[in-house]
């Protein structure tokens, strides 16, 4: 099992930055790929960036040039620097591992779940 806690979300303004931490526990979380998704009120959960256990990333689009996915793989912990907040960036953001050196854009492939951190950016 591993277990994943995020924290660091919160009220932003637009332009603004925020990084996110996802604390993990249980397994060994250097083996691991990790993620990041986020589901805005009333929409699906949708994949923001990842990282394998080879520290390669990449990450959507829509964020590719403002957000950064980075692990520590010493302290346990998986970040998002998130720079130039925009409105449509409000969201819950959850942390996702897979056991694996793999990653994918779909959430259905990614086992392990945090409870999320909810990202307010106000203009």
């Known amino acids: 099992q591993v277990r994943l806690v995020e924290s660091g979300g919160g009220l932003v303004q637009a332009g603004g930055s925020l990084r996110l931490s996802c604390a993990a526990s249980?397994?060994?979380?250097?083996?691991?790929?990790m993620g990041w998704f986020r589901q805005a009120p009333g929409k699906e959960r949708e994949f923001v960036a990842a990282i394998n256990r080879n520290g390669d990333t990449f990450a959507a689009l829509s964020v590719a040039d403002r957000f950064t996915i980075s692990r520590d793989n010493a302290k346990n912990t998986l970040y998002l620097q998130m720079n130039s907040l925009k409105l449509e960036d409000t969201a819950d953001y959850y942390c996702?591992?897979?056991?694996?050196?793999?990653?994918?854009?779909?959430?259905?492939?990614?086992?392990?779940w945090g409870q999320g951190t909810q990202v307010t950016v106000s203009s």
């Open positions: 996702a591992a897979r056991l694996d050196s793999r990653t994918s854009s779909g959430r259905g492939d990614w086992p392990y």
């Open positions: 249980g397994r060994t979380f250097s083996d691991a790929s």
